[in-house]
Structures are given as structure tokens and as C-alpha cells.
């Protein structure tokens, strides 16, 4: 696999920004790119204030607005990552309204990332194009790799926000529960046990690694745990509803904590250590 071209752009600001670089190991390098592929290039995005966060008075990329501020903006991330066999665009708005529009060229990925966008009450825009006459693998991870990223762009600087989310799905015989921590610390913990190799053409094998790469792009610490389910399509949609449901509940913001970020606070001797997630 040859070194991809990944860039993206920062919703924080409305002009096109160098992001911060992905880590080494990912082996991804930062660019430019147009807001949206409607819109021509050099015009800057005109991001609008959620009424959820106008309520929690809460302003653009998770920071509190201050008192009469109404030019606070939704939190989006955008990125497009390209390689020799992936051609990948990402957009999320992290407080949308459930809208997906996602062609992946992996009809079965395309029914998942509905139900992120639907049960998580995320706006989801991914539009790829890759080696799938080969297989999926390659267009399931960068997909997901760029889902990663475009989720840590929009969470910004992360006050106010529960950070947490837990949340059990059943779906008929079908129980999944996932338990979340949008710590800055990569892990992943995956029980399922998805008893075919496919559904539809989807090789089951890569919900796993799907899951695994926006782990290691977004920063996120995630549990996975199947409690029941023998139908694979229903464990793994079931998979999908719950990480939505938490991940919603974790990006959500918390007016009890007054716009700070959700870390300890240790205290040695009347002197404050360090702040960490």
C-alpha cells in the first residue's frame, strides 16, 4: 500500500487550516481541501448554531459561547484521505439532525453508517471509491480511518461535553452493548462472535477492523461486548446502534459542567498537578 494523501479542514475556523498531524504510526500526512465538493474552491464554510447547543449555551467546536453570543457554530469535521486504492470524503456534524448520505461502494457499510447517523443524531456525508473488485478491506478501513479523524476535528478542545457513553441494543434475538471514553487514549476491546463469514458480501471479519482503525484516528477508548445474537446481519447492526447511541450520549454536553473539559483534578499539598482526561 502506497502512503496516502490525507488531508482535511478545520471547522473551528472558517478558512482552510493545517490540522494537526496524525500520529506516525498511521503513517498519514496533512493537506488542504475545499469545505464540501458543491462548494468552489476558496470560499469559506458559514457554520450555523445548533439549537441544542444555543440552549446549553454552548458555542462552535464544544466551547461554552459567552453570554450573548449567537455566532457559535455546529461541531463539524471534514476529511478526504486518498491512496492508490481509496478515494475517501468525510464529513460530520456532531450536532445534526440524523441525516446520512453515504455511498461507500459496500452497500452493507452503507446500512451501518445510516444507523451512526440515525441513532447517534449525527449528520454522516462519506463518499468513496475503491479497489472493491478486489475486496472490501481496503475501502472498510480508510472509510473508517477518516471517520476517525473527522470525529476528533469536531469534538475541538471537548468542554462541557459527558465524554462517557454507555449504551446496551437489542435487536430481536440480538443484544450488544458498548461502553465508550473519548479519553485521547486509543484502545479497543471487540467480543463479538458473528457466527457467518458474510452478510451479503460483506466480510464480517472487517466490522472488527472497522472499528479498530476509527479507534486509532478519533483517540477513542471502546468496549464492545455481545451479550446474545445468532443472526449475524442483527449482531452487528446491533453493534452499530449501540456505538451511535453512546457515542451520542459521550458528545452530548453537560450543563453542570459549565464548559470544562471532564478530567481529574489531582491536589498535592495545595498545589494543582496536572489536568488529564
Do not use: W
Not at 474552491?41 to 447547543?53: A, D, E, N
Not at 484516528?217 to 453493534?239: F, P, V, Y
Amino acid at each position: 500500500m502506497t502512503t496516502p494523501r490525507f488531508v482535511s479542514t478545520s471547522p473551528a475556523r472558517l478558512s482552510y487550516t493545517q490540522t494537526d498531524p496524525v500520529p506516525k504510526s498511521l503513517g498519514r500526512d496533512c493537506g488542504r481541501v475545499p469545505a464540501f465538493p458543491a462548494r468552489p474552491r476558496g470560499l469559506s464554510l458559514r457554520l450555523r448554531s445548533s439549537p441544542v447547543m444555543a440552549a446549553a449555551g454552548v458555542g462552535g467546536n464544544g466551547s461554552p459561547s459567552a453570554p450573548g453570543d449567537s455566532t457559535g457554530s455546529s461541531r463539524i469535521g471534514e476529511v478526504k484521505r486518498v491512496t492508490k486504492e481509496t478515494n475517501v470524503h468525510v464529513k460530520i456534524n456532531l450536532d445534526g439532525t440524523g441525516v446520512a448520505d453515504c455511498s461507500t461502494g459496500i452497500p452493507f457499510l452503507d446500512h451501518m453508517l445510516d444507523q451512526l447517523a440515525s441513532h447517534g443524531l449525527f449528520d454522516v456525508y462519506v463518499k468513496a471509491t475503491g479497489d472493491t473488485h478486489i475486496d472490501d478491506h481496503h475501502s472498510n478501513e480508510d472509510i473508517a480511518l477518516a471517520i476517525g479523524t473527522a470525529l476528533l476535528q469536531s469534538l475541538g478542545d471537548r468542554k462541557g461535553i459527558n465524554r462517557f457513553g454507555h449504551f446496551t441494543a437489542p435487536l430481536d434475538e440480538a443484544a450488544v452493548e458498548v461502553i465508550l471514553d473519548l479519553s485521547g487514549r486509543p484502545h479497543l476491546s471487540c467480543g463479538l462472535d458473528i457466527p457467518t463469514q458474510r452478510v451479503g458480501t460483506y466480510d464480517t471479519q472487517l466490522v472488527e477492523h472497522f472499528f479498530q482503525s476509527l479507534v486509532n484516528t478519533s483517540g477513542m477508548t471502546l468496549h464492545i461486548r455481545q451479550l446474545a445474537g445468532k443472526n449475524s446481519h442483527h449482531i452487528i447492526e446491533a453493534c452499530f446502534k449501540a456505538f451511535a447511541r453512546a457515542l451520542r450520549q459521550a458528545t452530548e454536553y453537560d450543563l453542570r459542567r459549565h464548559g470544562t473539559v471532564p478530567r481529574a483534578t489531582r491536589l498535592s499539598e495545595g498545589v494543582d498537578n496536572k489536568l488529564r482526561l
